[in-house]
Protein backbone atom coordinates (compact mmCIF):
# COMPACT_ATOMS: atom_id res chain seq x y z
CA UNK A 1 0.00 0.00 0.00
CA UNK A 2 1.27 3.26 -0.98
CA UNK A 3 2.42 6.26 1.49
CA UNK A 4 0.04 8.82 1.36
CA UNK A 5 2.15 12.13 1.32
CA UNK A 6 1.04 15.98 1.82
CA UNK A 7 3.68 18.16 0.60
CA UNK A 8 3.74 22.01 2.53
CA UNK A 9 6.10 24.21 0.48
CA UNK A 10 5.84 27.25 -0.48
CA UNK A 11 7.92 27.89 -3.59
CA UNK A 12 6.65 27.10 -6.83
CA UNK A 13 9.86 25.07 -7.96
CA UNK A 14 10.74 22.71 -5.23
CA UNK A 15 7.08 21.50 -4.33
CA UNK A 16 7.12 20.94 -8.40
CA UNK A 17 9.82 18.97 -8.03
CA UNK A 18 8.67 17.20 -4.96
CA UNK A 19 5.16 16.32 -6.42
CA UNK A 20 7.52 14.95 -9.75
CA UNK A 21 9.44 12.88 -6.95
CA UNK A 22 6.28 11.88 -5.21
CA UNK A 23 4.52 11.27 -8.51
CA UNK A 24 7.26 8.87 -9.79
CA UNK A 25 7.71 6.21 -6.91
CA UNK A 26 5.02 3.64 -6.68
CA UNK A 27 5.95 3.50 -3.03
CA UNK A 28 4.47 7.03 -2.28
CA UNK A 29 0.82 8.70 -3.30
CA UNK A 30 0.41 12.60 -3.36
CA UNK A 31 -2.82 13.85 -1.88
CA UNK A 32 -2.41 17.29 -1.78
CA UNK A 33 0.59 20.45 -2.26
CA UNK A 34 -0.18 23.04 -0.23
CA UNK A 35 1.83 26.44 0.46
CA UNK A 36 0.83 27.24 3.79
CA UNK A 37 1.83 25.19 6.62
CA UNK A 38 -0.95 26.22 9.42
CA UNK A 39 -3.55 24.18 7.20
CA UNK A 40 -1.58 21.07 7.05
CA UNK A 41 -3.35 20.16 10.46
CA UNK A 42 -6.48 20.61 8.76
CA UNK A 43 -5.61 17.87 6.26
CA UNK A 44 -4.12 15.42 8.63
CA UNK A 45 -7.47 15.83 10.95
CA UNK A 46 -9.24 14.49 7.55
CA UNK A 47 -7.17 11.50 7.85
CA UNK A 48 -5.47 9.46 4.86
CA UNK A 49 -1.75 12.03 5.52
CA UNK A 50 1.29 8.92 6.87
CA UNK A 51 3.89 11.49 5.70
CA UNK A 52 4.20 15.10 5.61
CA UNK A 53 7.34 16.88 3.69
CA UNK A 54 7.43 20.24 5.62
CA UNK A 55 9.03 23.03 4.57
CA UNK A 56 10.24 25.56 7.59
CA UNK A 57 9.23 28.90 6.12
CA UNK A 58 6.15 28.72 4.31
CA UNK A 59 3.31 31.07 2.72
CA UNK A 60 2.16 34.61 4.71
CA UNK A 61 5.21 33.06 7.48
CA UNK A 62 3.43 30.71 8.86
CA UNK A 63 5.84 28.30 10.57
CA UNK A 64 6.45 24.68 9.50
CA UNK A 65 8.00 23.85 13.00
CA UNK A 66 5.01 24.84 14.49
CA UNK A 67 2.87 23.27 12.47
CA UNK A 68 4.71 20.24 13.00
CA UNK A 69 4.40 20.16 17.06
CA UNK A 70 0.68 20.85 16.18
CA UNK A 71 0.63 17.72 14.20
CA UNK A 72 2.67 15.76 16.13
CA UNK A 73 1.12 16.35 19.67
CA UNK A 74 -2.29 15.43 17.86
CA UNK A 75 -1.13 12.63 15.59
CA UNK A 76 2.33 11.20 16.41
CA UNK A 77 1.90 8.41 14.14
CA UNK A 78 2.17 10.71 11.01
CA UNK A 79 5.83 10.98 9.76
CA UNK A 80 7.35 14.18 9.46
CA UNK A 81 9.83 15.22 7.06
CA UNK A 82 11.62 19.34 7.83
CA UNK A 83 12.77 20.08 4.14
CA UNK A 84 14.75 23.09 4.50
CA UNK A 85 17.54 25.06 2.58
CA UNK A 86 18.61 27.41 5.59
CA UNK A 87 21.38 26.38 7.83
CA UNK A 88 19.54 28.16 10.74
CA UNK A 89 21.31 26.63 13.63
CA UNK A 90 18.23 26.00 15.96
CA UNK A 91 15.75 24.83 13.77
CA UNK A 92 17.52 21.03 14.33
CA UNK A 93 17.38 21.17 17.52
CA UNK A 94 13.74 22.36 17.95
CA UNK A 95 12.60 19.58 15.31
CA UNK A 96 14.74 17.22 16.97
CA UNK A 97 12.91 18.65 20.49
CA UNK A 98 9.26 18.14 19.08
CA UNK A 99 9.69 14.62 17.44
CA UNK A 100 9.94 15.52 14.26
CA UNK A 101 11.25 12.23 11.81
CA UNK A 102 13.21 13.37 9.99
CA UNK A 103 15.60 16.51 8.21
CA UNK A 104 16.48 17.54 5.28
CA UNK A 105 18.42 19.80 3.39
CA UNK A 106 17.25 20.62 0.28
CA UNK A 107 21.00 21.29 -1.54
CA UNK A 108 23.35 20.41 0.89
CA UNK A 109 22.46 16.99 1.31
CA UNK A 110 23.58 14.13 -1.20
CA UNK A 111 21.02 10.99 -0.09
CA UNK A 112 17.93 11.77 -2.40
CA UNK A 113 14.74 12.73 -1.01
CA UNK A 114 12.79 9.66 -1.80
CA UNK A 115 15.24 7.84 0.08
CA UNK A 116 14.89 9.56 3.34
CA UNK A 117 11.27 9.42 2.74
CA UNK A 118 11.74 5.22 2.71
CA UNK A 119 13.71 5.20 5.45
CA UNK A 120 11.68 7.88 7.27
CA UNK A 121 8.57 5.54 6.73
CA UNK A 122 10.65 2.21 8.04
CA UNK A 123 11.10 4.01 11.09
CA UNK A 124 14.45 5.87 10.80
CA UNK A 125 15.52 8.83 12.16
CA UNK A 126 17.85 10.87 9.50
CA UNK A 127 19.08 14.09 10.87
CA UNK A 128 22.28 15.62 9.40
CA UNK A 129 25.13 15.86 11.45
CA UNK A 130 25.43 19.50 11.23
CA UNK A 131 23.88 22.75 9.35
CA UNK A 132 25.24 23.12 5.57
CA UNK A 133 28.83 25.08 5.84
CA UNK A 134 28.11 28.27 5.07
CA UNK A 135 31.03 31.02 4.32
CA UNK A 136 30.34 34.17 5.95
CA UNK A 137 32.82 37.00 5.46
CA UNK A 138 36.15 35.92 6.55
CA UNK A 139 34.76 32.54 8.57
CA UNK A 140 31.36 30.01 8.32
CA UNK A 141 28.69 29.43 10.16
CA UNK A 142 30.34 26.53 12.26
CA UNK A 143 33.34 29.30 13.62
CA UNK A 144 30.06 30.97 15.63
CA UNK A 145 29.59 29.33 19.57
CA UNK A 146 25.82 28.91 20.51
CA UNK A 147 25.74 32.11 22.48
CA UNK A 148 27.07 34.14 19.13
CA UNK A 149 24.36 32.69 17.18
CA UNK A 150 22.00 33.54 19.69
CA UNK A 151 22.84 36.95 19.65
CA UNK A 152 23.05 37.29 15.96
CA UNK A 153 19.50 36.27 15.68
CA UNK A 154 18.62 39.04 17.76
CA UNK A 155 20.81 40.98 16.30
CA UNK A 156 18.63 41.32 13.11
CA UNK A 157 16.11 42.95 14.98
CA UNK A 158 17.43 45.93 15.04
CA UNK A 159 17.20 46.65 18.66
CA UNK A 160 20.08 48.03 21.35
CA UNK A 161 22.85 45.61 22.92
CA UNK A 162 20.75 46.27 26.29
CA UNK A 163 17.39 45.16 24.93
CA UNK A 164 19.08 42.15 23.46
CA UNK A 165 20.84 41.80 26.66
CA UNK A 166 17.37 41.86 28.55
CA UNK A 167 15.96 38.98 25.99
CA UNK A 168 18.71 36.96 26.42
CA UNK A 169 19.19 37.57 30.08
CA UNK A 170 22.70 38.62 30.10
CA UNK A 171 24.78 42.24 30.30
CA UNK A 172 24.65 44.60 27.46
CA UNK A 173 28.22 44.59 27.64
CA UNK A 174 28.47 40.77 27.16
CA UNK A 175 25.94 41.28 24.27
CA UNK A 176 28.58 44.09 22.93
CA UNK A 177 31.69 41.58 23.58
CA UNK A 178 30.18 38.95 21.56
CA UNK A 179 29.18 41.28 18.60
CA UNK A 180 32.77 42.60 18.53
CA UNK A 181 34.26 38.54 18.50
CA UNK A 182 31.61 37.98 15.66
CA UNK A 183 33.12 41.21 13.83
CA UNK A 184 36.47 40.24 14.13
CA UNK A 185 35.68 36.68 13.14
CA UNK A 186 34.00 37.69 9.89
CA UNK A 187 36.05 40.67 9.01
CA UNK A 188 33.11 42.75 8.82
CA UNK A 189 32.79 46.47 9.83
CA UNK A 190 29.77 46.84 11.30
CA UNK A 191 26.53 44.89 13.16
CA UNK A 192 24.43 45.84 10.45
CA UNK A 193 26.49 44.42 7.89
CA UNK A 194 26.85 41.34 9.91
CA UNK A 195 23.36 41.04 10.84
CA UNK A 196 22.25 41.47 7.39
CA UNK A 197 24.67 38.91 5.58
CA UNK A 198 23.78 36.73 8.81
CA UNK A 199 20.25 37.11 7.70
CA UNK A 200 20.40 37.04 3.69
CA UNK A 201 22.58 33.50 4.19
CA UNK A 202 20.24 32.17 6.38
CA UNK A 203 22.26 31.11 9.11
CA UNK A 204 19.88 33.31 11.61
CA UNK A 205 16.43 33.40 11.30
CA UNK A 206 14.05 35.07 13.68
CA UNK B 1 78.11 107.75 81.25
CA UNK B 2 77.70 109.75 78.37
CA UNK B 3 75.39 112.18 77.12
CA UNK B 4 73.72 112.25 73.73
CA UNK B 5 75.48 116.09 73.85
CA UNK B 6 78.86 114.62 74.46
CA UNK B 7 78.97 112.09 71.14
CA UNK B 8 80.89 112.95 68.42
CA UNK B 9 78.74 114.67 65.42
CA UNK B 10 79.05 111.37 63.22
CA UNK B 11 77.76 108.84 65.66
CA UNK B 12 75.04 110.86 66.81
CA UNK B 13 73.85 111.30 62.66
CA UNK B 14 74.29 107.50 62.78
CA UNK B 15 72.13 107.34 65.47
CA UNK B 16 69.12 109.26 63.68
CA UNK B 17 70.16 107.61 60.05
CA UNK B 18 69.38 104.01 62.32
CA UNK B 19 66.16 106.03 63.58
CA UNK B 20 64.82 106.88 60.28
CA UNK B 21 65.39 103.20 58.81
CA UNK B 22 63.20 102.25 61.58
CA UNK B 23 61.01 104.08 61.23
CA UNK B 24 59.97 103.89 58.04
CA UNK B 25 60.22 99.73 58.55
CA UNK B 26 57.65 100.82 61.31
CA UNK B 27 55.06 102.98 59.06
CA UNK B 28 55.96 99.71 56.08
CA UNK B 29 54.67 97.31 59.15
CA UNK B 30 51.91 100.02 59.93
CA UNK B 31 50.68 99.35 56.21
CA UNK B 32 50.75 95.69 56.08
CA UNK B 33 49.26 95.39 59.32
CA UNK B 34 46.64 97.70 58.60
CA UNK B 35 45.33 95.14 55.53
CA UNK B 36 45.68 91.98 57.51
CA UNK B 37 43.39 93.56 59.99
CA UNK B 38 45.77 93.18 63.20
CA UNK B 39 44.91 96.26 65.44
CA UNK B 40 47.23 95.36 68.33
CA UNK B 41 50.16 94.83 66.05
CA UNK B 42 49.20 97.64 64.49
CA UNK B 43 49.14 99.92 67.51
CA UNK B 44 52.47 98.36 68.44
CA UNK B 45 54.11 99.13 65.20
CA UNK B 46 52.73 102.98 66.33
CA UNK B 47 54.20 102.97 68.94
CA UNK B 48 57.64 101.87 67.48
CA UNK B 49 57.24 104.33 64.76
CA UNK B 50 56.51 107.44 67.25
CA UNK B 51 59.55 106.43 69.45
CA UNK B 52 62.09 106.41 66.83
CA UNK B 53 60.49 109.49 65.30
CA UNK B 54 61.28 110.98 68.72
CA UNK B 55 64.55 110.09 68.86
CA UNK B 56 64.81 111.63 65.08
CA UNK B 57 63.66 114.54 66.43
CA UNK B 58 66.00 114.67 69.84
CA UNK B 59 69.36 114.04 67.17
CA UNK B 60 68.03 116.61 64.78
CA UNK B 61 67.37 119.09 67.94
CA UNK B 62 71.00 118.45 69.13
CA UNK B 63 72.40 118.98 65.41
CA UNK B 64 70.83 122.24 65.71
CA UNK B 65 72.34 123.06 68.98
CA UNK B 66 75.77 122.64 67.74
CA UNK B 67 75.08 124.69 64.51
CA UNK B 68 73.34 127.41 66.43
CA UNK B 69 73.99 127.26 69.57
CA UNK B 70 70.31 127.56 70.55
CA UNK B 71 67.48 124.76 71.07
CA UNK B 72 64.46 124.87 73.83
CA UNK B 73 64.85 124.11 77.59
CA UNK B 74 62.98 120.33 76.87
CA UNK B 75 65.03 119.40 74.03
CA UNK B 76 68.27 120.14 76.30
CA UNK B 77 66.83 118.04 79.21
CA UNK B 78 66.80 115.19 76.63
CA UNK B 79 69.62 115.90 75.14
CA UNK B 80 71.39 115.53 78.73
CA UNK B 81 70.06 111.32 78.91
CA UNK B 82 72.86 109.39 78.20
CA UNK B 83 73.68 108.19 74.73
CA UNK B 84 72.81 104.44 75.64
CA UNK B 85 69.45 104.79 76.55
CA UNK B 86 69.01 105.76 73.10
CA UNK B 87 70.87 102.58 71.72
CA UNK B 88 68.67 100.58 73.65
CA UNK B 89 65.68 102.25 72.56
CA UNK B 90 66.70 102.05 68.91
CA UNK B 91 68.00 98.49 69.40
CA UNK B 92 64.49 97.41 71.10
CA UNK B 93 62.05 99.16 68.43
CA UNK B 94 64.49 97.69 65.19
CA UNK B 95 64.20 94.33 66.93
CA UNK B 96 60.37 94.63 67.17
CA UNK B 97 60.27 96.31 63.49
CA UNK B 98 62.10 92.93 62.38
CA UNK B 99 59.54 90.50 64.48
CA UNK B 100 56.86 92.75 63.13
CA UNK B 101 57.44 92.09 59.69
CA UNK B 102 58.73 88.33 59.95
CA UNK B 103 55.26 87.99 61.64
CA UNK B 104 53.57 90.19 58.47
CA UNK B 105 54.73 87.33 56.28
CA UNK B 106 54.28 84.57 58.36
CA UNK B 107 50.73 85.81 58.44
CA UNK B 108 50.47 86.08 54.72
CA UNK B 109 51.47 82.39 54.35
CA UNK B 110 48.88 81.06 56.85
CA UNK B 111 45.93 83.30 55.73
CA UNK B 112 43.60 83.84 53.51
CA UNK B 113 42.93 87.48 52.59
CA UNK B 114 40.47 88.80 50.07
CA UNK B 115 43.16 89.74 47.60
CA UNK B 116 44.16 86.19 47.85
CA UNK B 117 40.56 84.93 47.19
CA UNK B 118 39.55 87.41 43.97
CA UNK B 119 43.11 86.49 42.60
CA UNK B 120 42.45 82.89 43.08
CA UNK B 121 39.01 82.98 41.43
CA UNK B 122 40.39 85.10 38.78
CA UNK B 123 42.17 81.76 38.14
CA UNK B 124 39.53 79.43 37.84
CA UNK B 125 38.06 78.25 34.52
CA UNK B 126 34.93 78.01 35.56
CA UNK B 127 33.02 81.91 36.02
CA UNK B 128 32.12 82.60 39.77
CA UNK B 129 29.91 85.39 40.41
CA UNK B 130 28.43 86.07 44.02
CA UNK B 131 25.54 88.41 44.70
CA UNK B 132 22.88 89.82 47.27
CA UNK B 133 18.97 89.87 47.37
CA UNK B 134 19.05 93.08 46.00
CA UNK B 135 21.14 91.35 42.85
CA UNK B 136 24.09 93.40 43.51
CA UNK B 137 27.28 91.96 42.34
CA UNK B 138 29.97 91.54 45.49
CA UNK B 139 32.41 88.97 44.16
CA UNK B 140 32.89 87.68 40.67
CA UNK B 141 35.85 86.47 38.20
CA UNK B 142 36.83 87.34 35.00
CA UNK B 143 35.00 84.43 33.53
CA UNK B 144 32.03 85.51 34.39
CA UNK B 145 32.09 88.92 33.26
CA UNK B 146 33.76 87.27 29.53
CA UNK B 147 30.39 85.27 29.92
CA UNK B 148 28.15 87.71 30.69
CA UNK B 149 29.17 90.12 28.20
CA UNK B 150 28.68 87.27 25.40
CA UNK B 151 25.62 86.46 26.67
CA UNK B 152 23.63 89.85 27.87
CA UNK B 153 26.11 91.64 25.83
CA UNK B 154 26.76 94.35 29.23
CA UNK B 155 28.78 94.46 31.98
CA UNK B 156 28.23 92.19 35.30
CA UNK B 157 26.51 94.32 37.72
CA UNK B 158 22.83 92.47 38.02
CA UNK B 159 23.41 89.01 39.46
CA UNK B 160 19.66 88.11 38.88
CA UNK B 161 19.98 89.44 35.38
CA UNK B 162 22.52 86.78 34.26
CA UNK B 163 20.68 84.44 36.69
CA UNK B 164 17.81 84.40 34.53
CA UNK B 165 19.39 84.22 31.42
CA UNK B 166 21.21 81.10 32.59
CA UNK B 167 17.93 79.29 33.23
CA UNK B 168 17.04 79.86 28.82
CA UNK B 169 19.27 76.53 28.06
CA UNK B 170 21.09 74.24 29.99
CA UNK B 171 24.29 74.68 27.86
CA UNK B 172 25.68 77.92 25.81
CA UNK B 173 28.20 77.66 23.13
CA UNK B 174 30.05 81.08 23.73
CA UNK B 175 31.58 82.96 20.49
CA UNK B 176 34.84 81.44 21.70
CA UNK B 177 33.55 77.91 20.78
CA UNK B 178 33.83 76.88 24.25
CA UNK B 179 30.74 75.59 26.01
CA UNK B 180 29.66 76.66 29.65
CA UNK B 181 26.72 75.08 31.66
CA UNK B 182 25.36 77.29 34.85
CA UNK B 183 24.08 76.33 38.32
CA UNK B 184 23.32 78.14 41.24
CA UNK B 185 22.34 77.57 44.91
CA UNK B 186 21.63 79.74 48.07
CA UNK B 187 24.74 80.14 50.98
CA UNK B 188 23.61 81.42 53.74
CA UNK B 189 26.64 84.08 55.18
CA UNK B 190 26.71 86.61 57.90
CA UNK B 191 22.80 86.02 58.38
CA UNK B 192 21.73 86.50 54.76
CA UNK B 193 21.11 84.51 51.76
CA UNK B 194 23.74 84.37 49.27
CA UNK B 195 23.57 83.95 45.26
CA UNK B 196 26.20 81.60 44.35
CA UNK B 197 25.66 81.71 40.26
CA UNK B 198 28.76 79.18 38.67
CA UNK B 199 29.66 78.81 35.21
CA UNK B 200 31.15 75.54 34.35
CA UNK B 201 33.39 74.76 31.66
CA UNK B 202 31.50 71.67 29.92
CA UNK B 203 33.21 72.36 26.40
CA UNK B 204 34.71 68.32 26.52
CA UNK B 205 31.49 67.50 27.82
CA UNK B 206 29.54 69.32 25.41
CA UNK B 207 31.83 67.91 22.01
CA UNK B 208 31.66 64.26 23.44
CA UNK B 209 27.69 64.74 24.00
CA UNK B 210 27.29 66.29 20.54
CA UNK B 211 29.71 63.62 19.04
CA UNK B 212 27.46 60.80 21.12
CA UNK B 213 24.02 62.29 19.52
CA UNK B 214 25.66 61.96 15.82
CA UNK B 215 26.58 58.27 16.71
CA UNK B 216 22.97 57.87 18.19
CA UNK B 217 21.25 59.58 15.56
CA UNK B 218 23.69 57.32 12.78
CA UNK B 219 22.58 53.65 15.29
CA UNK B 220 19.21 54.83 14.75
CA UNK B 221 19.30 55.16 11.45
CA UNK B 222 21.23 51.69 11.37
CA UNK B 223 18.68 49.99 13.36
CA UNK B 224 15.67 51.05 11.33
CA UNK B 225 17.65 49.66 8.18
CA UNK B 226 18.27 46.90 9.90
CA UNK B 227 14.73 46.45 10.99
CA UNK B 228 13.29 47.22 8.21
CA UNK B 229 15.78 44.81 6.36
CA UNK B 230 14.33 41.81 8.84
CA UNK B 231 10.79 42.58 7.89
CA UNK B 232 11.68 42.45 3.80
CA UNK B 233 14.33 39.97 3.80
CA UNK B 234 12.35 36.63 3.83
CA UNK B 235 10.90 38.12 0.61
CA UNK B 236 14.18 38.73 -0.69
CA UNK B 237 15.72 35.25 0.31
CA UNK B 238 12.49 33.37 -1.22
CA UNK B 239 12.72 35.34 -4.78
CA UNK B 240 17.13 34.71 -4.66
CA UNK B 241 16.05 30.83 -4.80
CA UNK B 242 13.48 31.14 -6.87
CA UNK B 243 15.69 32.64 -9.05
CA UNK B 244 18.41 30.22 -7.91
CA UNK B 245 15.82 27.20 -8.71
CA UNK B 246 15.00 28.70 -12.25
CA UNK B 247 18.78 29.15 -12.94
CA UNK B 248 18.83 25.11 -12.25
CA UNK B 249 15.86 24.37 -14.80
CA UNK B 250 17.25 26.10 -17.29
CA UNK B 251 20.57 24.39 -16.43
CA UNK B 252 18.92 21.26 -16.86
CA UNK B 253 17.46 22.04 -19.23
CA UNK B 254 21.09 22.83 -21.77
CA UNK B 255 22.07 19.58 -20.63
CA UNK B 256 19.38 18.32 -21.67
CA UNK B 257 19.54 19.60 -24.82
CA UNK B 258 22.96 18.21 -24.83
CA UNK B 259 21.34 14.65 -24.48
CA UNK B 260 19.23 14.74 -26.75
CA UNK B 261 22.24 15.95 -29.63
CA UNK B 262 23.58 12.87 -28.16
CA UNK B 263 20.61 10.87 -28.63
CA UNK B 264 19.89 11.79 -32.01
CA UNK B 265 23.50 11.53 -33.41
CA UNK B 266 23.89 8.34 -31.77
CA UNK B 267 20.34 6.49 -32.11
CA UNK B 268 19.69 5.97 -28.83
CA UNK B 269 17.29 3.19 -27.73
CA UNK B 270 13.76 3.47 -26.99
CA UNK B 271 14.06 3.52 -23.29
CA UNK B 272 16.66 6.38 -23.56
CA UNK B 273 14.32 8.58 -25.52
CA UNK B 274 11.36 7.65 -23.14
CA UNK B 275 13.67 8.92 -20.25
CA UNK B 276 15.08 11.94 -22.40
CA UNK B 277 11.19 12.93 -22.64
CA UNK B 278 9.89 12.09 -19.35
CA UNK B 279 12.59 14.82 -18.61
CA UNK B 280 11.23 17.41 -21.03
CA UNK B 281 7.75 16.80 -19.60
CA UNK B 282 9.09 17.56 -16.36
CA UNK B 283 10.54 20.64 -17.10
CA UNK B 284 8.01 21.81 -19.46
CA UNK B 285 5.72 21.29 -16.50
CA UNK B 286 7.81 23.41 -14.11
CA UNK B 287 8.50 25.90 -16.74
CA UNK B 288 4.49 26.53 -17.06
CA UNK B 289 3.33 26.60 -13.50
CA UNK B 290 6.13 29.43 -12.16
CA UNK B 291 4.22 31.64 -13.80
CA UNK B 292 2.00 31.38 -10.98
CA UNK B 293 3.76 32.78 -7.58
CA UNK B 294 0.98 35.67 -7.00
CA UNK B 295 0.50 34.75 -2.84
CA UNK B 296 -3.22 35.60 -3.12
CA UNK B 297 -3.51 32.72 -5.77
CA UNK B 298 -1.34 30.61 -3.41
CA UNK B 299 -4.13 30.90 -0.83
CA UNK B 300 -6.65 30.45 -2.73
CA UNK B 301 -5.09 27.09 -4.29
CA UNK B 302 -4.77 26.27 -0.65
CA UNK B 303 -8.36 26.79 0.69
CA UNK B 304 -9.38 24.93 -2.58
CA UNK B 305 -7.18 22.11 -1.92
CA UNK B 306 -8.26 21.86 1.53
CA UNK B 307 -12.07 22.09 0.62
CA UNK B 308 -11.16 19.17 -1.80
CA UNK B 309 -10.29 17.05 0.97
CA UNK B 310 -12.62 17.73 3.65
CA UNK B 311 -15.68 17.45 1.15
CA UNK B 312 -17.11 21.27 0.38
CA UNK B 313 -17.31 23.15 -2.54
CA UNK B 314 -15.95 26.62 -2.12
CA UNK B 315 -17.58 29.09 -4.84
CA UNK B 316 -16.08 32.38 -5.23
CA UNK B 317 -17.86 35.58 -6.58
CA UNK B 318 -14.24 37.43 -6.03
CA UNK B 319 -10.96 36.54 -4.59
CA UNK B 320 -8.03 38.61 -2.68
CA UNK B 321 -6.07 40.64 -4.82
CA UNK B 322 -4.17 42.18 -1.38
CA UNK B 323 -0.44 41.03 -1.39
CA UNK B 324 -0.46 42.16 2.73
CA UNK B 325 0.59 38.93 4.63
CA UNK B 326 -1.05 39.73 7.24
CA UNK B 327 -4.65 40.72 6.00
CA UNK B 328 -4.35 37.40 3.65
CA UNK B 329 -2.95 35.38 6.87
CA UNK B 330 -6.14 36.46 8.50
CA UNK B 331 -8.36 35.84 5.33
CA UNK B 332 -7.00 32.36 5.13
CA UNK B 333 -7.87 31.59 8.63
CA UNK B 334 -11.52 33.13 8.52
CA UNK B 335 -11.92 30.72 5.27
CA UNK B 336 -10.74 28.02 7.01
CA UNK B 337 -12.92 28.88 9.95
CA UNK B 338 -15.85 29.01 8.05
CA UNK B 339 -15.00 25.88 5.74
CA UNK B 340 -14.37 23.56 8.83
CA UNK B 341 -17.65 25.09 10.55
CA UNK B 342 -19.93 24.46 7.63
CA UNK B 343 -19.44 21.16 6.97
CA UNK B 344 -18.96 19.94 10.85
CA UNK B 345 -21.99 21.81 12.56
CA UNK B 346 -23.94 22.52 9.49
CA UNK B 347 -23.56 19.75 7.02
CA UNK B 348 -23.11 22.28 3.97
CA UNK B 349 -22.11 21.34 0.44
CA UNK B 350 -20.59 24.73 -0.90
CA UNK B 351 -19.54 27.66 0.68
CA UNK B 352 -19.92 31.12 -0.92
CA UNK B 353 -17.32 33.41 -0.34
CA UNK B 354 -17.46 37.33 -1.27
CA UNK B 355 -14.55 39.19 -1.03
CA UNK B 356 -15.00 43.00 -1.63
CA UNK B 357 -11.69 45.56 -1.46
CA UNK B 358 -11.66 49.38 -0.92
CA UNK B 359 -8.06 51.14 -0.33
CA UNK B 360 -7.94 50.61 3.62
CA UNK B 361 -9.90 47.41 4.11
CA UNK B 362 -10.51 43.81 2.62
CA UNK B 363 -14.13 42.88 3.95
CA UNK B 364 -14.96 39.13 3.09
CA UNK B 365 -18.70 37.55 3.31
CA UNK B 366 -19.37 33.62 3.91
CA UNK B 367 -22.78 32.21 3.49
CA UNK B 368 -23.28 28.13 2.69
CA UNK B 369 -26.08 26.05 1.95
CA UNK B 370 -26.44 23.72 5.33
CA UNK B 371 -28.89 23.54 7.99
CA UNK B 372 -29.73 26.82 10.05
CA UNK B 373 -28.88 27.13 13.42
CA UNK B 374 -31.44 26.68 15.55
CA UNK B 375 -30.12 28.29 18.65
CA UNK B 376 -27.74 31.26 18.84
CA UNK B 377 -24.23 30.54 17.86
CA UNK B 378 -22.02 30.10 20.83
CA UNK B 379 -18.24 31.59 20.15
CA UNK B 380 -15.67 29.12 21.17
CA UNK B 381 -12.37 27.67 19.75
CA UNK B 382 -11.87 28.68 16.24
CA UNK B 383 -14.32 31.54 16.19
CA UNK B 384 -13.53 33.19 19.16
CA UNK B 385 -9.83 33.14 18.44
CA UNK B 386 -10.82 34.88 15.01
CA UNK B 387 -12.45 37.50 17.00
CA UNK B 388 -9.65 37.96 18.72
CA UNK B 389 -6.96 38.18 16.17
CA UNK B 390 -9.08 40.54 14.17
CA UNK B 391 -9.49 42.71 17.08
CA UNK B 392 -6.02 42.69 17.99
CA UNK B 393 -5.34 43.97 14.00
CA UNK B 394 -8.26 46.73 14.07
CA UNK B 395 -10.37 44.84 12.02
CA UNK B 396 -13.76 43.18 13.35
CA UNK B 397 -16.08 40.15 12.64
CA UNK B 398 -19.92 39.82 12.45
CA UNK B 399 -22.14 36.66 12.46
CA UNK B 400 -25.69 36.83 11.28
CA UNK B 401 -27.66 33.51 11.48
CA UNK B 402 -31.70 34.98 9.70
CA UNK B 403 -32.27 35.27 7.20
CA UNK B 404 -29.18 32.54 6.31
CA UNK B 405 -26.21 31.95 8.63
CA UNK B 406 -23.24 34.63 7.62
CA UNK B 407 -20.22 35.31 8.56
CA UNK B 408 -18.68 38.79 7.71
CA UNK B 409 -15.07 39.95 8.51
CA UNK B 410 -13.24 43.23 7.82
CA UNK B 411 -9.32 43.75 7.86
CA UNK B 412 -7.88 46.99 7.55
CA UNK B 413 -5.15 46.65 5.68
CA UNK B 414 -1.62 48.25 6.30
CA UNK B 415 -1.38 50.85 9.31
CA UNK B 416 -5.21 52.02 8.90
CA UNK B 417 -7.76 50.62 11.59
CA UNK B 418 -11.42 50.59 10.95
CA UNK B 419 -12.63 48.68 13.86
CA UNK B 420 -15.80 51.03 14.67
CA UNK B 421 -17.23 50.96 10.97
CA UNK B 422 -20.22 48.65 10.30
CA UNK B 423 -20.82 46.33 7.67
CA UNK B 424 -24.14 48.23 7.03
CA UNK B 425 -23.18 51.61 6.83
Redesign the interface.
Known amino acids: MATNVLIVEDQEMPRQLFEIFVRSDPRFSLVASISNASLAIDFCRNGGIDLILMDVMTELGSSGLDAAEEIKKAYPEIKIIIVTSMPEDSWLDRARRIGVDSFWYKEAQKEPILTVMARTMSGEKIYPNATPLVQIGCTNNHDFTKRELDILRELISGDSNAEIGERLGIEASTVKYHVQNMLEKTGMHTRTELAAMARSLGIVIK | MNSLLSISVPIQNLLCFWAQLTCLGSIANEFLLWRQHRHRAFFLSSVCATLCFFIIHVCMEGTQLRVHGTTNGFAQKLLQWPFEVYVFCLLAVSTLCVISYRSVLLWGKTHVTSASIKESIDELPAGVCYYLEDNRCILSNHRMKNICLALLKEPLQNGAALYEASKSKPVFVLPDGTAVSFRHRMIPFDGVFLHELIADDVTLAYQKNEQLRVDNER ?1 RR ?6 A ?2 ET ?2 D ?3 E ?3 LQ ?2 V ?2 HDGMNRMILATKKAMQESATDDERKGILQMWQ ?1 QA ?2 LC ?2 A ?2 Q ?1 SN ?2 V ?3 N ?2 A ?3 GIKLRWNSIPQTSD ?1 AV ?2 LF ?2 AT ?1 EAM ?1 NATKHAHATFLRIDVEESKNALRATFTNDGRKAVSPIQETGGLLNLRERLKKSGGHMQIQTEPEFKLMIQIPEGENHYGNECFNC
Open positions: ALQEGIKYGIATVREEIAKNIGLMKEDTKHVTDLTLQVISLSLSRI
